[in-house]
């Protein structure tokens, strides 16, 4: 049977006159539920919401709940004067990337860190898979973790950061990386030694709660699923479904590995915290340690060594195809970021690469380099 697969996107709530973010949340929240219930929430900061899909059994539906979702999410906006952004970080700043959401995990978050949160202001995409037995969960991201630098190189889309183009391709995953507990999970050995870690973790005081760890790959609290949480939000939904479809080929492929036996490779975690920074700086097209190896390799010829790693799971799933699209368009393109430069050098204003990512997010047509 198909692994289920669902999928949360996080976006900014920019105005649509100043390209800044906007204090909006609640009431557009409030507005979208009329229509979609809890597919909307709200989001750390009022400059944010979050979308999210049911469970999919294939990517093409996966694909339709995003497009939806992301309509009433624009439509909800539309009598505020704002509309739903899809970038790591935000381009320009603005009001709403300051005024805290009203949650109190929020506001415990914000006790425990401190001005460390001053600039949290990130957006992310979640993709879950569905994983029933959470032994075989926890040991599965062993598999994971070597190939999470990748995810984030494919998928950055936060160069610019309120104002100022970073030099970063992902600097979403420069702010996260600097939290304890906010990065790759670490390697463990059974679901007894994650959960002594978390145990710890929280009482240290770099974790608020011991039982929703914020790492790039968890099994969720809540729902029977592995969560992967690695990845900047993609501003074109086309995107989202294709790496959701990669992701659900590895998670796939890694717990059957764990079924057979393989706990996982004890990559260093040094190594992966440089393959993080290489990903996260130069994105797609661009090079990074392979953590399996420590050679460093251009990210085409990891994700194509990933691709025929998972491609019998890609392949059952039906999603072969669209995984081969996906790295023809970022070979064509570049990832998001390459993207965003893109705009601001054919148009040669940050407004508009604004502009485009708002126009993309909407599903009015990508936006490619000059």
Do not use: K
């Amino acid at each position: 049977m198909t692994a289920t697969i669902g999928v949360e996107e996080e976006f900014f709530l920019v105005r649509t006159d100043s390209r800044a973010v906007e204090p909006a949340g609640a009431r557009i929240v409030a507005r979208a539920r009329e229509t979609v219930g809890d597919l909307v929430s709200g989001e750390f900061h009022e400059g944010q919401l979050e979308v999210r899909t049911p469970p999919c059994d294939d990517t093409a539906g996966l694909l339709r709940q995003l497009t939806a979702v992301r309509a009433v999410a624009r439509d909800a906006c539309g009598t505020e004067g704002v509309g739903p952004c899809a970038s790591g970080t935000p381009v320009l700043g603005g009001a709403g990337a300051r005024v805290l959401g009203d949650h109190p995990r929020y506001r415990a978050g914000v006790r425990q860190f401190g001005s460390m949160l001053d600039d949290f202001t990130v957006c992310s995409a979640h993709v879950h898979v569905h994983v029933p037995d959470r032994e075989v969960a926890v040991l599965a991201a062993n598999h994971l973790r070597p190939w999470l630098p990748l995810l984030v190189a494919m998928s950055a889309n936060s160069p610019f950061f309120e104002g100022r183009d970073t030099g970063y391709a992902s600097w979403r995953t420069v702010i996260r990386g600097r939290f304890p507990a906010l990065s790759a999970p670490p390697y463990v050995d059974s679901l007894a030694h994650y959960e002594r870690l978390t145990a710890a973790l929280q009482e240290s005081g770099a974790m608020l709660d011991a039982s929703l760890p914020f790492w790039d790959v968890r099994p969720n609290p809540r729902v029977p699923t592995l969560e992967v949480r690695v990845m900047d939000v993609p501003a074109d939904a086309t995107d989202t479904a294709a790496l959701t479809a990669l992701v659900r080929a590895l998670v796939v492929r890694s717990a059957e590995r764990v079924r057979d036996g393989d706990p996982g490779p004890p990559v260093c975690g040094e190594l992966l915290r440089a393959a993080y920074w290489r990903a996260a700086r130069d994105g797609w097209p661009g090079s990074g340690p392979d953590a399996l190896t420590g050679h460093v390799l251009p990210f085409s010829a990891q994700a194509r060594r990933l691709v025929g790693h998972v491609r019998p799971q890609l392949e059952e799933c039906g999603d072969f195809d669209e995984v081969a699209a996906l790295l023809r368009r970022l070979d064509r393109q570049g990832c998001g970021a390459q993207r965003q430069r893109a705009s601001w050098v054919r148009r040669s204003r940050v407004t508009d690469v604004v502009d485009d990512l708002l126009a993309t997010t909407a599903g009015r047509g990508d936006v490619s380099p000059a």
